[in-house]
């Protein structure tokens, strides 16, 4: 029972080639992050220009890199045997619905509910973990 328990235990990183991919997106997104927390740290007024602008390019620049990273992220994890990397996606491709919703104007997708602007993003989210879960069985 305990040798069971074991190999659930570490179904989510997959085998073999899984495990490799596992690893180098992790290293990728830790560097990422590194990379995102120096600058905010060293500046923080910099970072703040830095969401409103994206190298120039108007406001809602940023979070469209953000969904196609999202959008790259999980179709990658749709190709290999590890289930993480669909769900990092799919949360990216979320916030950048929610970033959207800002960006347009939040009452705009009341749509007769005030909580409407906050279930798309959750209701993305969650269809594109359905999906990712379906495709993987």
């Keep these: 029972m305990a040798f069971m328990s074991e190999i659930v235990e570490r179904e989510f990183m997959g085998k073999g080639r899984g495990k490799v991919w596992t690893y180098l997106i992790m290293m990728i997104l830790l560097v990422a992050a590194v990379i995102i927390v120096n600058v905010v740290w060293n500046n923080p007024t910099r970072a703040s220009e830095g969401m409103k602008s994206f190298f120039g390019l108007p406001s809602w620049a940023l979070a469209t890199v953000t969904f196609a990273i999202g959008a790259l992220v999980f179709w990658l994890g749709l190709k290999i045997e590890t289930d993480w990397p669909e769900a990092i996606g799919a949360f990216l ?13 939040w009452d705009h997708f009341e749509l007769g509910l ?24």
């Design 93 to 105: 491709i979320a916030g950048s619905i929610a970033w959207f919703e800002i960006i347009v104007g």
């Design 114 to 137: 005030v909580v409407m602007p906050y279930i798309i993003p959750i209701a993305v989210f969650a269809l594109l973990l359905m999906y990712g879960m379906k495709k993987s069985a």
